[in-house]
C-alpha cells in the first residue's frame, strides 16, 4: 500500500504562485504514474496533470497549460506542482494520486488506485 501526503496549499490572489508537495511512502512501486487533480463541491474530480516516473510521459489540463508545472524528484519520493498565475477558477480541493501503470492523457481519476487527503487552494480576486 502507498500513502500519499501533500502540503503546500493555502490561499493567494490573482496572479499569485503556490507550489504544492505530495511525498509518496510504503509501497512506491505503485507510484509509476503520479498526478495532481482537483475538485470543487458538486463538480467531478478533474486532472490537472500527471508524470510517469522517469519524465518520459508528462500530461497537463488545458486549463492549465502553460501556467502549472509538474516535476517529480523520485530519490526524495515526492511530487510537486508549480502553480502560477493563479486564478479564482484553480480554487479547489488539490489531491495527489498514484498507480502503477503508465500515465494516459486523459487522466481518469478511476484509474488511479491510490490517493492523499488533499490540500486546499483558494485564489481570491
Known amino acids: 500500500q502507498v500513502q500519499l501526503a501533500e502540503s503546500g496549499g493555502g490561499s493567494v490572489q490573482t496572479g499569485g504562485s503556490l507550489r504544492l508537495s505530495c511525498v509518496a511512502s510504503?509501497?512506491?512501486?505503485?507510484?509509476?504514474?503520479m498526478a495532481w487533480f482537483r475538485q470543487v463541491p458538486g463538480r467531478e474530480r478533474e486532472g490537472v496533470a500527471a508524470?510517469?516516473?522517469?519524465?518520459?510521459?508528462?500530461f497537463y489540463a488545458d486549463s492549465v497549460k502553460g501556467r502549472f508545472t509538474i516535476s517529480r524528484d523520485n530519490a526524495k519520493n515526492t511530487m510537486y506542482l508549480q502553480m502560477d498565475d493563479l486564478t479564482p477558477e484553480d480554487t479547489a480541493m488539490y489531491y495527489c494520486?498514484?498507480?502503477?501503470?503508465?500515465?494516459?492523457?486523459?487522466?481518469?481519476?478511476?484509474?488511479?488506485?491510490?490517493w492523499g487527503q488533499g490540500t486546499q487552494v483558494t485564489v481570491s480576486s
Open positions: 494520486a498514484s498507480r502503477f501503470y503508465r500515465c494516459a492523457r486523459t487522466m481518469e481519476s478511476a484509474g488511479f488506485t491510490n
Open positions: 510504503g509501497y512506491t512501486y505503485a507510484t509509476n504514474c
Open positions: 508524470a510517469y516516473y522517469d519524465g518520459s510521459d508528462t
